[in-house]
């Protein structure tokens, strides 16, 4: 849709050689002759203008209130001012209170048009961010989960079919997975959407001021507590409370989450009555807390009330495909935050899909936000990604070869992954969460693909690969 432009002048030949002159340009131009004809084109229902033209001087008012009422109408609008060198002062005062630029009389209509063509173009940059940023909130608002991989599209499937329930989930995967976006997910897109999300992460507080976080404490229940204070179980009434790292709970509150869970009531420290609270649980964890339980560093009970639904988000070495994906999401995000609006070149796309993220999607996002920064132009060059530190190598080149028959690449591809298995097996004795290790992948990814591959338990896989 071609740009709408407002042209405002006093001179009947000026004003109409403007309107010709922007018309044959591609330009949508209306025309008012001095400062309240103006204002009531402004004011006028559907009227959106993307630039104005404006003589500085008229009789009945000035560029400069044309320029105030455009302001209070529509902040976004650009406001060009024409003026005479007497008054070139006064234009350089409007660009202080936001005009775009002036043009000095006597102009030459080049010079006009290639400036209003910048100020459309300004106008267009910022509407485009505007929508940018609109279209970033959003998606936090209705919890959208980036990635096609199967095994995203499976996470996000099991979000939507349990976002309403008031079940307990579990979520676990590695450090920067995602496991607070997918928590979120689950709540804004469940019944509870419009209580609170509240957020604690287990591992970031001292032991002796977490009992107290969570479950509140009474005036004077310990040193320092000079007032009453509700606990993040009561602040997230009829919301979500959020455990990130529950794996790091001392065995002493592990046993009162517990009962807060069975019960659906809370004692505050110091308190002698019990809260009824109606909230639910979503709990995270990186570690393989099966493994906790049977070290007996985690209560079994608690586990299980906790892990009545499991999400287990893959790292994303495992799902290479989302990358892509993410870069742009997070392109999209920081550069609308940023007030950018950019896009990646072709190297910086295959550095970016060509790295080995340690820290998972965290990592990606901060490599992509560091660009965005160090950008100067409209694109993300090569050179804004590889600068700053950075401790993941990129992913080997494996080299191919292709039988002249072709080949079965799914069936090749299986082969292979069997294979290393078996190869890590015997490299480790058949101790397997050393094999895991070996092959970068967590134990519950590397017994997937034991069943998978209907390998068996660790001594008949040992004499497989003998």
Known sequence: ????????????????????????AGYTVEVADGESKAVQCLQAAAASFDVIVTDLSMPDGSGMGVLRAARAQDAASEVILITAYATTGQAVQAMREGAYDYVQKPFKNDELLATVEKAV??????????????????????????????????????????ASAPTSVLITGESGTGKEVVARALHVLGERRDHPFVAINCAAMPEALLESELFGHEKGAFTGANQKKDGLFRAAEGGTLFLDEVGELPLALQVKLLRVLQERR?????????????????????????EEVAQQRFREDLFYRLN?????????????????????????????????????????????????????VRELENVVERAVTLALGSKVELSDVEQGPNDSPPRPVVPVSIPEEGLDLDAHLAEIERRLLLAALERTHGVRKEAAKLLGMTFRSFRYRLAKYGLGDPDEVEAAGG
Do not use: C
């Not at 998606?139 to 095994?151: E, L, P, Q, T």
């Not at 505050?268 to 393989?288: F, I, L, M, Q």
């Not at 070149?345 to 998972?360: C, K, P, V």
């Open 1 to 24: 849709m071609a740009a709408r432009i407002l042209v405002v002048d006093d001179e009947a030949g000026l004003r109409e050689m403007l309107r010709v002159l922007l018309t044959r």
């Open 266 to 290: 809370v004692r505050p420290v110091g308190g002698h009555e019990e809260k009824d609270v109606n909230v639910r649980v979503v709990a995270a964890t990186n570690r393989e807390i099966s």
């Open 308 to 360: 009545v639904i499991n999400l287990h988000l893959p790292p994303l070495r495992e799902r290479p495909e989302d990358i892509p994906l993410l870069a742009e999401h997070f392109l999209t995000k920081h550069g609308a935050l940023q007030g950018k609006l950019l896009e990646f070149t072709n190297e910086a796309r295959r550095w970016l899909a060509g790295r080995n993220y340690r820290g998972n």
């Open 121 to 162: 173009e300004k106008r267009a940059i910022v509407a485009e961010n505007r929508a940018l940023r609109a279209s970033v909130k959003a998606s936090f608002r209705s919890g959208d989960i980036v990635g096609k991989s199967a095994a995203m599209q499976q996470v996000m499937q099991m979000v939507e079919r349990v």
